[in-house]
């Protein structure tokens, strides 16, 4: 399987360029009316080395195709991809991302694995809904399976020791749509619809959730239901949505889920987040805050519906769901130093070191935390940076059981 991957890397290597191609034969929404007639459109090459506390090693290699509209911006993005990990076997992946215009596009994530694993999931945003620049809607449509997913018990205390490993089977998606009330209020409604299945898992030697756990102790291991209303309220002086280098962004919310509805259970979950990017040198050096809080109130409230963290978004030194509870605090420092701006494959691109350090913990609830309970993970991350809209990102994280290494999209945060 690795000689596999290894040709497949190799063929894609030697496949780099730059060239045009017509519109006439890369229809919406690969292109729009920003391209012009002949369309350049650039190959780039990339092996793929992951290692996650939960997934172990992956290997294998992409080919992202970058179309260029008649700005020479990147405006569509797609990667075809073929990884290897030995627990879900070979994974073949498509990415896309299409950004039609500045107020508007799409993300596509399509992947299947040879052992469990799968994952189909559609993005779409709209600053500009119904041609008005009061309104914006944003839609996520998903159903995938994660056979890497980990459970070691509710609070800050869950022991490694007690580490079970399930299959996290969702479909679902959500719809919100957000009125700008002012220049930088903004009132968000939504309505968040999934259900979920916990399955077997993929990696041997960890005990399966249910053998280990019972639904009285952890409810939701036998499977729930979500139907929640949400509503939120933003505040925003960022420069940019997509990559921003100045400005704050805050905003509160609560969320109601309902048995009445059709969830499995009652309860409620409110929170706030504050983000602050302050630049310097020109925006060469950009502090990034951020300050979260969330709880979750309720009777029987799935274990997957509470308060988690641990993962590429929150603690970058542990894997995805390492610590539940019922709330938790996060605070989140980060420097993005801009180290070269670099044209690789005819692609601009800003090249950034990115140290951090990420501190949080959960607890049963705020009144109840401790000093002594919160993690402390010191880190680095390398990004590359495609203006207006594109992020690669590698971010290295230490935590107590050891370092834990995320490969993706996007800045975490």
Known sequence: MFRLVAILALGILLCACTSTVSRKKLPYPLTNDTFDEQVKVVTVPLPVIASSPNEGITVGALSAFLLHNAKDEVSTLVAPQMNYNKNFGVTTILYGAFYPSPERHWQINLAQATKINQEYRVRYTDRLFLQSDKLDLHALAVAYTDGSARFFGFQSTASKANETNYADQELGGDISLGYHITDNFKLVVGERLKKVNIKQGAVPGIPFIGDKFTVTEVPGIDGFSVHAQQLSLIYSTLDSLDLPTTGMDARCFVEGSARALGSSADYVGFGAEVKGFIPLQDARFITVVRLAYNEVTGDNVPFLERSTLGGETTLRG??????????????????????????????????????????GSVMSSVGHAKPTSFQFNPGIGVRAVVRPNI??????????????????????F
């Open 318 to 359: 542990y894997g995805r769901y390492r610590f539940i509870d019922n709330s938790y605090l996060l605070l989140n420092l980060e420097e993005r130093i801009r180290l070269f701006r670099l044209k690789l494959f005819n692609v601009l691109a800003d090249w950034e070191a990115a140290p951090f350090v990420d501190f």
């Open 391 to 412: 992020v690669g990102r590698v971010d290295v994280g230490i935590g107590k059981e050891g370092p834990a290494v995320f490969v993706g999209l996007g800045y975490p």
